[in-house]
């Protein structure tokens, strides 16, 4: 019965008037103000130098979690010390300053794949987890921050979402909320008529905020939420504009966070879905199958140390507020200015105040898109590099504990081991010319009877090159074997397919891991010559990347090999047995970089049962909801110009309007100028093409202009 009543409630806009606000209910749908009344909380700026603020005293960790932090980190460090013992004997006694810097990277970097490797297998020490039983009247806020999105597939999730909270029994107490920093003009129309439309789907209150200034990117807008209305509610679940989590795991979080007062954050491990193209395809096969032991073994390391990924968490606000309020850092970008990882550094506040920060990996009902091709992917990591790089500055602040510490290093080491990588290489090939170019003294010192001949044991190398594969390959292995132990194989097509999956899943890997080397040491050097990331919205659904492109992103690296290749191929034909793979990866990156991002060659690979996920099988009811409801949002969707032709349609835009602007005259000149603009129009559509971008944007957000243009003859 519940079922059916969320369905036929979905259209009816006085649905959300019984739900919502007492002080507001009973008013008709399309009357609904914007945003519900304010209920300030303050969260003062942090001082990362100051003391932290009172919180709850944070507990000694368990034998469990040392167990787990001993595995992860000390079977790294004795990974890192039998390297470098084999090592010192390949290059005996006499090293070399080449064959030194040569040492020091290796060992960095067998400890990497070691670290890798040992936190996998520390997360046999994961606790048992379990959703206490109970009375829960925790309000719960889901807010979701969007910049410039597709409105239609946002609104789509959300009202999916606000069904599927209806029908948990979650309605009294979940409200949705929309926190936009789109800037564009015609986004903003076309988003507000979206959220306008998921308002009459959503058997849920839904509010929408529009913020006149972008300060603090994403953690400013969701800050700014906090102040006005915090104190309306107790938790807050944190979605990105492409991502969302069933109500049954909302539910779980809210108890499991509501039966401890200590905890502040509890983050889930979303599962990728929805992928098109191949790369997409491929980072969500192995999300989905490599992700479960990898979550598992954080989960055990961390213990109430954990992380924060920005989203699908779920976050207690007074804790939040209390704690996370990020200053500007000093200095200019890259590593001053705006916090860009925030997410790590609110983690790292809350644990430094005594709140627990779990990462709760049992939970399977959260998802969320990924980037569709290497190029978009690219893209994200610039800005993640900048912010990650930016840690390095916090890392002396007060009162972080260990266990913070080291998620600030391995945030930087997952973008400077590139760089590291890449020097690696060059290195070796360096010292490789050294001996093919130099000529030999086998008798440095005068009347010596025995020669000093160079010592290299090639077999030990092999074996360390060995190591380092399985370090890095085994995990898959292993998790392909508890895949076939639990039903994952079975629903991802059987044994052999997600076999045949997980070998292709490799071979691309091979391919695209030099290119991304490539691109993420050229992004780390444009970071330390002062380059800024910006803030570009996010490429969601693509389409394959034309070769104009693929060949100008690329042409440095397919350079790059094919010399590579050709002084090889003169000087030392044996080195390119090993540098085969990373050759082959740079040489055909172009071909790899479009035909990955080929939605035809995934549909290709999922038609033959290659890549497929347990999510694509049977898809999840929220996410088929939310993929219908999104088309039926845009298939209802009118353009801005068409706004006073419907006096409904033109109401509901009107009702996600802020009643009054509080910023002065002299910040509103954009709605002085459009005003005098359209004033002197002989019509709407000469009106519209009066205004430039920054006129049109207060057209679509002031009350007084709207009305004055509805009023022109069409």
């Given amino acids: 019965m519940t079922e059916d009543r969320a369905d036929t409630a979905s259209d009816s806009p006085q649905e959300m008037a019984l739900l919502a606000d007492p002080d507001i209910a009973g008013m008709p749908g399309e009357n609904l103000p914007a945003t519900p009344p304010e209920q300030p909380l303050d969260m003062p700026e942090q001082d990362f130098r100051g003391p932290p603020p009172a919180g709850p005293t944070a507990e000694l960790p368990g034998l469990r979690v040392i167990a787990a932090r001993l595995l992860a980190f000390g079977g790294a460090l004795a990974i890192a010390f ?24 290796f060992v960095i970097t067998f400890a990497w794949v070691g670290f890798s490797f040992c936190a996998m297998l520390a997360g046999l020490l994961a606790p048992r987890l379990r959703t206490p039983e109970g009375p829960n009247d925790a309000r719960i806020a889901v807010v979701m921050p969007v910049y410039n999105e597709q409105p239609a ?29 789109s800037r564009l003009p015609q986004i903003v129309a076309a988003e507000m008529a979206a959220v306008s439309r998921l308002r009459e789907l959503s058997p849920v209150p839904v509010w929408y905020r529009r913020r006149n200034s972008n300060e603090g990117r994403k953690a400013g807008n969701v800050a700014e939420f906090i102040r006005r209305w915090g104190g309306r509610y107790d938790q807050i679940i944190v979605l990105d504009a492409d991502s969302v989590m069933s109500a049954a795991t909302i539910r779980a979080l809210s108890a499991r966070m509501n039966a401890d007062p200590a905890i502040g954050l509890i983050q889930t491990m979303p599962m990728l879905v929805g992928g098109q193209t191949i790369f997409a395809r491929q980072t969500q096969f192995a999300g989905r199958v490599y992700g479960p032991a990898i979550a598992r073994g954080v989960s055990a390391w961390s213990g109430d140390s954990g992380n924060f990924w920005g989203h699908n968490a779920i976050i207690r606000v007074r804790a939040f507020a209390s704690c996370c309020g990020l200053p500007t850092l000093p200095g200019k970008p890259p ?20 709140w627990k920060v779990r990462l709760d990996y049992d939970l399977r009902g959260s998802y969320e898109g990924g980037p ?24 002396g602040g007060r009162g972080f504990t260990t266990v913070t510490r080291a ?44 020669p000093e001949w160079p010592v290299f044991d090639p077999v030990r190398m092999l074996w360390l090159f060995i190591a380092a594969m399985g370090f890095l390959l085994l995990p898959k292995l292993i998790a392909i074997l508890r895949a076939w132990l639990r039903p994952l194989a079975r629903n991802s097509g059987g044994n052999v397919r997600i076999l045949g999956s997980a070998l292709f899943e490799i071979v691309l890997s091979a391919l695209i891991a030099p290119v991304q080397m490539l691109i993420q ?72 970089s479009r035909w990955s991002g080929s939605p035809v060659f995934g549909r290709w690979a999922r038609r033959r049962g290659l890549l497929v996920t347990p999510e694509e099988r049977e898809t999840p009811e929220i996410l088929t909801a939310a993929n219908a409801l999104a088309h039926r949002i845009a298939a209802t969707a009118r353009p801005f110009d068409e706004l006073p032709c419907d006096p409904a349609t033109l109401a509901r835009h009107k009702a996600l309007l802020p009643l009054r602007d509080a910023r002065p005259v002299a910040q509103r000149l954009d709605v002085l100028a459009a005003g005098a603009k359209i004033a002197a129009a002989r019509d709407r559509a000469e009106a519209l093409s009066f205004l430039d971008p920054a006129e049109r944007l207060a057209l679509a957000e002031e009350r007084e202009l709207i009305e004055i243009w509805a009023e022109l003859p069409e």
């Fill in 372 to 395: 569709p091709t290497l190029l978009d992917m690219a893209v994200r990591e610039r800005r993640w590099a900048q912010g990650n790089l930016q840690h390095l500055r916090l890392l």
């Fill in 521 to 592: 040491t050229r992004q780390i050097l444009e970071i330390l010559q002062g380059r800024d990331s910006g803030w570009e919205a996010q490429v969601r659904a693509g389409q394959i990347p034309p070769w104009r492109v693929v060949l100008t992103r690329h042409a440095l690296h397919v350079l790059t090999g094919l010399v590579t290749l050709t002084v090889l191929a003169f000087m030392s034909p044996e080195q390119l047995i090993w540098l085969s793979p990373i050759l082959a990866g740079l040489i055909l990156s172009p071909l790899t």
């Fill in 153 to 181: 597939d946002t609104a789509g999730l959300l009202a999916a979402l606000g069904r599927d909270l209806y029908r948990e029994g979650l309605a009294g107490r979940a409200e949705i909320f929309v926190l936009s920093d």
């Fill in 82 to 105: 039998i390297g470098a013992q084999q090592m010192l004997r390949v290059f005996g006694d006499n090293i070399t300053f080449l064959q030194g810097v040569l040492l020091v990277l």
């Fill in 335 to 354: 590593f001053g200015g705006t916090v860009l990882s925030h997410d790590f550094v609110e983690a790292a506040l809350l644990r430094r105040a005594g």
């Fill in 407 to 450: 998620h600030f290093i391995i945030g930087v080491l997952g973008f400077v081991m590139s760089p590291i990588w890449l020097a690696m290489i060059l290195v070796g090939l360096a010292l490789s010319a050294n001996v093919l170019l130099s000529r030999p003294d086998y008798f440095p010192q005068t009347y010596q009877l025995f």
